[in-house]
C-alpha cells in the first residue's frame, strides 16, 4: 500500500466553526507533514511529525492545531479561521530522512472559509 | 534560505512538440526530485537524482542532475496532453533533512 488518503476532499466552513482533517498511512512511515498550497503555488511546510512527536511548526498560527494519535494517523484541526486560510491543505509521509527525503502526498483536502 | 530557482514558470505547448524544465540554485543540494501535481491533487513523485551527473529516464521522460549538484533539469520528448500539470523540482541543503525546498513550479500545458 503505497498511498496517503485525506479526508474530507472537500470543506466548507465559516469563521467560528471547529472542524478536523484527517491523513492516513499504511506505508510504516514515520515521518508526517501537514502542508498548505496556494492555487499554482509550491507547497508551504506547515508541521513535522517524527515518531508521532512534532518536530517542526514552521510558525503555523494556533487556530491550526496538530496532532498524531498513532503512527498512521495525521490530524489538522481547524478552529476560528480566516477566508485567507481557504487552500489545499496537503498530507504527506516519508520514510526517516536521511541523505534524500522522498514524500508521498495524500490528494488534498480542498478547504473553504467562508 | 537554500532557493531553487524553476523556469519556465508558465509553457504552452501543442501535443508531439519537446520541452525542457530547468531547476537552479546556487546552493549544493545532497540530492533532487522531481513531482508533478495535476489540478485538484497532490504531488506525485517522479524521480530522486542524487549523485552528480546522474541521468535518470522515465519513459519520455528524461532527469539530469548538474556535475556540481545545483541545478537539474527535466525534458519531455513528444508530450502528450496527459503530461499536464505542475511540474516541481524540490531537494534538501543543510538545515533539517525534513524540510524540503520547493521551486515555484512550472505549470506546463499540452494542446491536443
Known amino acids: 500500500d503505497t498511498e496517503v488518503t485525506q479526508t474530507p476532499k472537500h470543506l466548507v466552513m465559516g469563521m467560528t466553526n471547529k472542524k478536523s482533517l484527517k491523513c492516513e498511512q499504511h506505508?510504516?512511515?514515520?515521518?508526517m507533514y501537514w502542508y498548505k498550497q496556494k492555487a499554482k503555488k509550491p507547497p508551504e511546510l506547515m508541521f513535522v511529525y517524527s515518531y508521532e512527536k512534532l518536530s517542526i511548526n514552521e510558525s503555523v498560527p494556533s487556530r491550526f492545531s496538530p496532532e498524531c494519535p498513532n503512527s498512521s494517523l495525521l490530524n489538522l484541526h481547524l478552529h476560528a479561521l480566516q477566508p485567507e486560510d481557504s487552500a489545499l491543505y496537503l498530507c504527506?509521509?516519508?520514510?526517516?530522512?536521511?541523505?534524500?527525503?522522498?514524500?508521498?502526498f495524500g490528494p488534498g483536502t480542498r478547504l473553504t472559509v467562508l | 534560505t537554500q532557493l531553487l530557482e524553476q523556469s519556465p514558470q508558465f509553457l504552452s505547448i501543442q501535443e508531439g512538440e519537446n520541452l525542457t524544465v530547468y531547476c537552479n540554485s546556487s546552493s549544493v543540494f545532497s540530492s533532487l526530485q522531481w513531482y508533478r501535481q495535476e489540478p485538484g491533487e497532490g504531488p506525485v513523485l517522479l524521480v530522486t537524482v542524487v549523485t552528480g551527473g546522474e541521468v535518470k529516464k522515465l519513459k519520455r521522460l528524461t532527469f539530469q542532475f548538474g556535475d556540481a549538484r545545483k541545478d537539474s533539469s527535466l525534458h519531455i520528448t513528444a508530450a502528450q496532453p496527459g503530461d499536464t500539470g505542475l511540474y516541481l523540482c524540490?531537494?534538501?541543503?543543510?538545515?533539517?533533512?525534513?524540510?524540503?525546498?520547493f521551486g515555484k513550479g512550472t505549470l506546463l500545458t499540452v494542446n491536443p
Open positions: 524540490a531537494g534538501i541543503s543543510g538545515g533539517s533533512n525534513y524540510k524540503l525546498t
Open positions: 506505508m510504516g512511515h514515520r515521518a
Open positions: 504527506a509521509s516519508s520514510q526517516v530522512p536521511e541523505k534524500y527525503n522522498e514524500q508521498f
